[in-house]
């Protein structure tokens, strides 16, 4: 029953993070703290991250939603102005698929929701984004659980537990993952842009 409560609450606190635009916790390190709680092995390291991952996938529908249902104000966003110039292209699936396994931050919550705003395929964008999601998690529990192992015996003196680790690592996320959506993309782009320009000449 221990197990069953950890893998819904992994489901559910997966799914609500990414729900949540730009200022959900990161559900890869709420998922590797719970694990490690319910104790690490081959099974259940499939079982949550998959999960996770399904949770994280499926719930990129709200974000789409709420492209779709905001349209109008998005358009004068001028990061999402910049990204819908490339919806339904190539690029754009590209895009969301690297966004979609880009360590630790929830940066393809601006590829959803972009894609509502601008009526992109949502049946397409989930498959890439399941994909992502699947890969991403794996590979960033893998890494979380040594680094709570880690943090642990660093910090055992201080009695902090897995729970209390995986709080402070949310929180410290949070607030990276703020400053990031505060970027100007555009700028960027066109900076990087010219400078492979430059450097291709």
């Known amino acids: ?12 606190v997966s799914f609500l993070s ?6 959900g916790a990161p559900y ?18 499939v079982l949550f991250v998959t999960a996770a991952a399904l949770a994280a996938s499926t719930s990129k529908l709200v974000m789409y939603v709420l ?13 999402i102005r910049f990204i819908s110039k490339f919806v339904n292209k190539k690029s754009f699936y590209v895009t969301l698929f690297v966004l979609s396994i880009i360590p630790f931050l929830p940066l393809d919550d601006y590829v959803f929701i972009v894609g509502g705003a601008s009526d992109a395929k949502v049946g397409s964008m989930l498959a ?12 960033e529990v893998t890494v979380e659980l040594e680094g709570l192992r880690v943090a642990e015996g660093l910090l055992r003196g ?3 537990s897995y729970l209390d680790l ?20 555009e700028n960027i782009y066109r900076k990087v842009l010219t400078q492979s320009h430059r450097e291709g000449a």
Not at 18 to 23: D, K, S, V, Y
Not at 31 to 42: D, F, I, S
Not at 134 to 139: Q, S
């Open 158 to 160: 201080f009695g902090l």
């Open 128 to 139: 890439v984004s399941s994909l992502g999601k699947l890969i991403k998690t794996g590979a």
């Open 28 to 45: 890869t390190l709420v998922t590797a703290t719970l694990l490690a709680e319910a104790g690490v092995n081959p099974l259940n390291f």
């Open 67 to 79: 492209g779709v249902a905001l349209k109008r104000p998005l358009t004068k966003s001028k990061n």
């Open 18 to 23: 990414n729900a949540t635009p730009f200022f």
């Open 166 to 185: 995986g709080l402070i690592g949310t929180i410290a996320f949070v607030v990276i993952g703020l400053a990031i959506a505060k970027l100007d993309w």
């Open 1 to 12: 029953m221990g197990l069953i409560i950890y893998l819904l609450t992994t489901f559910l």
